[in-house]
Each structure stands twice: as structure tokens, then as C-alpha cells.
């Protein structure tokens, strides 16, 4: 195993410089620091479990985690696995704060704002794709907090490393089932959530490309929004099955799934192939009542809790995340694994 010598005599540098880079600590030219990362990589260097208690500790973390709050029960799931590690961090002196707000810019900026101002070493966070995000993200990253993204992410920023699934191929994954399951030929809609939210607009790329480059016995009709809102989502599934009484086919790209289906219940209409996502207790009672044909899953309490543990390696030890990009499994349930 490298020790911290070793890394030092191979660096041409003192001990003390390797422990102000490993553990993110002290002043040191982006040059030098570079330099013994790239060796403590190539040596598979990984720090003491001692010793990351004992950093830990003796920095009294602060972490903070904003997280969607919609009235998506997904988040719930995500919500259990920041609870379950942040009782695992408690142990290391390291305190995690949790907030929860809504497709809301102004509201997630403030809340990001407000831990930095209380001492928060780093934050995790469910970024709305929006430019003042990104900005906030930069300048807290200048400042020295990072941020992890989690469950969605945000483009050209200086975010430390994204949790979650990778929306595009689940998109991919959708269009798949849909014309293995669905009755050429599709004529299909797309029920999503806020186009501000960069998952959502992944999934429906990812969706539409693969249909473009392989199934063209799939048409898409129209694409609607619903906030993630039940009754938003029952309102516009209802209006798009009567204004378009071809449409057999449903791709669910977000929340709001039950409402959904409750209107293609009230349509009277048997005949709709539906494709959704993820796992809370509505969607997989359509599941099994055969409303839904089958539903992509994304490991919520995974990016719940893993976020916490790389941003709480980092900030006791320097180490990076091994991956910027830290996928969960694309899980496909039907009826009968559900």
C-alpha cells in the first residue's frame, strides 16, 4: 500500500505538501498539486480509515443536501438513503442538513445560499437546468464548497461529480419497450415534467433519437407537461387521448404517473401501451393491475446516499471521485418482478 513518503519522494516534495493536497487543505500551485494527484493515482493510494476519522473529526463537517420537493414520492426513496448515510456520518463529527424545495429557481438559489451561509463545507444538490444554478454552483466551487449533483444534473458547470441514472438511455431503453410491447403502428404520446429540469429533457431525447434512428414504425403525436403534478397529469393525459384518438401508446417521462393513469382509466380506452418510470407504491399498483406495461427504475436510495459518501471522502481527504459520472443501474420492471 503507498504511503505518503512514497508519494513525496516521487513528487520531489515535502510530506507536509502531499497531506495539503490529499486532504484539500493549505495553499499549493495547481502544478505541484496535480502532479502528486496523478501519483497517488497511479499508485492506488487510499488514505487510512483512521486517519479519514480523525480529519473528519477534527474539521467538524458541515454538509448540506437540497433536494426536490414536488409531491413525487420518488424523492421520499432518495430522501431515505441521505437519512441513512447522514446517520453513518454522524459518527465522524460530520453534520448534514437537509432542504427541500420546488421546481422554484429563486427558491433553490436562496436555500444554496443559506447553508453556504451557515458553514456548509459542501453541498449536494437536485440543480434546476438553469443558468443562475450553474452560476451559484461556479461560485461556490470558487470558494472552496463543491457541489455533487444527484437524481438530475446540470450542464457546464463546476460541479464535483453527478449521481444518478443516465436519462438519456433510459429514454432509449422507453422507446425500446415501447415497439417490443406496443401495436404497429404507434402513435405515441409523451406526458413529462418541468422542460427546466434536465433529466426530464434527457429522457425524451434519448427517446426520440432512438426512435428516429431505428423504429420508425413509431410516431409521436404530442408531448405535454405536468410539473410533476397528479392532477396536472391527469388533466392533460385526458385532453391529449381525446384530441388524438389514434394514440396508443404513453410514455410516462416523469412523475405524476397515477394521475395518468386514472385518465386513461376515465377514457375507457384498453387498447394504450404505457411505458413509465420508476417504482413508488402508484406506479406499481397500474403495474399490476396491467394498467402500465412496464416501468424503468433508477435506484433512488442509491442516489441518496452514495452523493453523501463521495462528498464526504473529498472534503476529509481530498480524494476525488474515481467517476464524474456515477451511473445507476437502468432497471426494467414488468408485472411479474415488480
Known sequence: MATIKEIAELAGVSRGTVDRVLNNRGAVSEQTARKVLDIAKALQY????AGIVLAAQKRNLKIGVILFDNGNPFFDEVLSGVQKK????EEYNCCVSISRV???LNAQIAAMEGMAAEGASGLILTPCNEPAVRDKINELAARGIPVITTNTDIENSARLAYVGCDFYRSGQTAAGLMHLIGKSPIRAGIITG???VLCHTDRIAGFQDRIRSHYPDIRILDTRENSDDEFESYSNTLAMLQEHPDLNALYFAAGGV??????ILASGRTDITVISCDKVPTTREMLLNGVIDATICQQPSIQGSLPLELLFTYLATGQKPAHEYNYTTVDIRIRENV
Not at 487510499?46 to 480509515?49: E, L
Not at 447522514?86 to 456520518?89: D, G, I, P, V
Request: charged share 35%; net charge positive.
Open 46 to 49: 487510499r488514505p487510512n480509515r
Open 86 to 89: 447522514a446517520r453513518e456520518l
Open 102 to 104: 420546488g421546481f422554484d
Open 194 to 196: 418541468s422542460s427546466r
Open 258 to 263: 397515477y394521475g395518468g393513469c386514472r385518465a
